[in-house]
């Protein structure tokens, strides 16, 4: 099968972990040998390499072509409006990566356009799938669906790209219900959920890791961009809470100054360390480091850093948000945060810390989230729509 997947939550060069829970599952559908895979990954365009303006810089450095893999990507670029732009991104990505679609679409004979989120990729996906004649799958994950519909002119286009979607896949059954009251056939409806890399989440050896980020005595992980709804905040204000007990947080983004004020006047410097954004593949030691894994997000689709953890014999504390309780339904999972407060923050590690599962349990229950169900759920879903 010759596919397209569009979206621009994807990998590159200049941003490696950009998207990467996208990149892991397109991975898995290439290996499977059925399909031939093209990505179309746009970013905006920004004239400027200089480090002076932080996050666009990167934009200018991505390539317009690379290789990850063994699969070809192509990064058009798209203009963007910051903070003005919300309500034409979709036209605006449209413009800007309709050339090499359509193009890419003639040479290599593509059967089937695969757009993964819903706004602004969705949209301007069905739009060029319309125009081509293709069949398009839309893959909603999260934020698409549990925040960007409050607001009234995304939630239409929104709604329209669902209507003129073949099919539309949701990482959690969580996921499925604003569609469901947005009138979309629950017929074209199906949750494929993310899985989880088995090979590189893996327990490392314990005391080596421990030793290489300076764990000492109860170590809590919290990983995610340092912004409000990841809520490290009240992971942070809990710790005052959890006696003796430290806090390694992964992850950067606009909220690291007052993450550093609430640090400092909560007598915290010694107890917690802002690590910054920690490399892909320097995660599973991180996990194995740890005695838990914090997660007190206020909207999750399907939180890939559960499984990660998890996969690493290392389990989670969660709020109870979405898809959230379709990862950890199990005791040796971890435990669920009802109230997302410190007070439920803390209550919750206690839980964890003072007695933990089997790290041996904890890993086998994550071995029942491979990604060869998901794999196998797009390979059917796929061949059923080019037929």
Known sequence: MNILSFTTLYPNAAQP???VFVENRLRRLAESGRVSLTVVAPVPWFPFTSKAF?????YAKVPEREV???IEIFHPRYKVIPKVGMNIAPALLYHGARTIVRTLAKERRIQLLDAHYFYPDGVAAAKLAGELGLPLTITARGTDLNLIPLFDLPRRQIERAARAADAIITVCDALQKPLLEMGIDPGKITTLRNGVDLELFRPLDRMAARNRWGADGRTIVSVGGLIERKGH???IEALKSVPNASLLIAGEGEERPALERLISALG??????LLGQVPHDSLPSLYSAADALVLASSREGWANVLLEAMACG???VATDVWGTCEVVAAPEAGVLIRDRSAVGVAEGLKAV???P??????RAYAEGFSWDATTQGQLRLFERLIR
């Open 314 to 316: 290392t389990p989670v």
């Open 268 to 273: 915290l410097t010694g107890r917690v360390r």
């Open 357 to 362: 599962p089997e790290r041996t349990a904890t």
């Open 17 to 19: 972990i950009l998207g």
């Open 233 to 235: 905040h009240l992971v």
């Open 353 to 355: 810390l003072d007695n």
């Open 68 to 70: 990850r893999y063994g």
């Open 54 to 58: 932080g996050n666009y810089a990167a």
